[in-house]
């Protein structure tokens, strides 16, 4: 139980974002602002949460972009990866006046129960102290691992950046707080509804599947415009706009207001997930309309 309990599972969130625009900047998962300012150019790159480090090797300019900058910024600082997890896992947990037989019908209580055995080893005798989307996130998270492998010696890439940030003595900066993230992702929704998105996701792991395959052949490719098509897909288990808005839309805007500032302070190193780049409500049109230069690196 406490293995499930302590996976990091907020860094799983792969390239959160529902932009509207379909004309997204496309091709790069590197970008240069510059201009409005500033005195030296600052780059933002477009992550992969799951992906490990030597993905970066085929990423052209992004180690010498990183090298380059005085600072780091990331959606939220890493350093503590435990307490990270257990402050998760705290907010993961069901109130104590709820259970999940309020949840869920007789029949699909025994249909969770028993998809959670298979794939966990435990069912709901176990994992019924936690929320449906704490649940439903671990799930995804090893879902994940389970499909794409990694070795066990190879780091995240959001966590490298800030790991090799504190080996070279530079600042890193958070966007948000996990408070932040987890009023985002686990608060957001009834746990009524998290039941439900649970029930509908165990209903289409062949879906899932297809999907997670699309997304990181398309994140490889650095193809932005794709990605941004295949989360907008609504698929059988669609997100509800209230979600949507609070996981990309409100997020990208709060993180709109901090970067100037940061951004002409020092040369930054940004790194968030790659589709919170793109669309009207997305971080680079959001730079270019604040008056910024935005251009790919691609070389």
Not at 3 to 10: D, G
Not at 23 to 38: I, R, Y
Request: with cysteine; glycine share 8%.
């Amino acid at each position: 139980m406490k293995k499930f309990l302590l996976i990091p599972v907020l860094v799983f969130f792969v390239c959160a974002s529902f932009a509207q625009n379909p004309a997204v900047k496309t091709g790069s998962l590197l970008w240069k602002v510059s201009g409005n300012g500033l005195t030296a150019p600052s780059y933002i790159f477009g992550t992969h949460h799951a992906f490990t480090v030597s993905f970066l090797d085929s990423v052209a300019g992004v180690k010498q972009a990183f090298a380059n900058s005085e600072q780091m910024v990331g959606e939220l600082v890493m350093n503590d990866m435990t307490a990270l997890a257990l402050e998760v896992q705290k907010a993961g947990m069901m109130p104590q006046d709820s259970t999940w037989q309020m949840l869920l019908s007789d029949d699909d209580y025994r249909f969770v129960d028993e998809q959670l055995t298979a794939f966990f080893g435990v069912g709901l005798q176990a994992l019924g102290v936690l929320k449906p989307a704490m649940v439903h996130m671990t799930y995804t998270a090893l879902f994940f691992q389970k499909m794409f492998p990694q070795t066990s010696t190879e780091t995240g890439i959001d966590l490298w950046f800030q790991q090799q940030s504190g080996n070279r003595g530079i600042p890193v900066i958070g966007l948000e707080t996990v408070q932040d993230q987890i009023d985002a992702i686990i608060n957001v929704q009834s746990l009524k509804q998290q039941a439900a998105d649970l029930v509908c996701s165990f209903k289409n792991t062949d879906y899932t599947e297809v999907n997670a395959r699309k997304l990181n052949r398309l994140y490889r490719l650095a193809d932005l415009a794709g990605l941004t098509e295949l989360f907008h897909e609504k698929g059988p288990c669609p997100s509800s706009e209230e979600q949507e808005t609070a996981l990309n839309d409100a997020r990208n805007a709060q993180w709109l207001k901090k970067l100037p500032a940061i951004m002409n302070e020092k040369s930054t190193f940004v790194a968030v997930g790659c589709l919170h780049l793109v669309g009207d409500v997305g971080l680079l049109a959001g730079l270019e309309k604040a008056g910024y230069t935005v251009e790919a690196v691609k070389n």
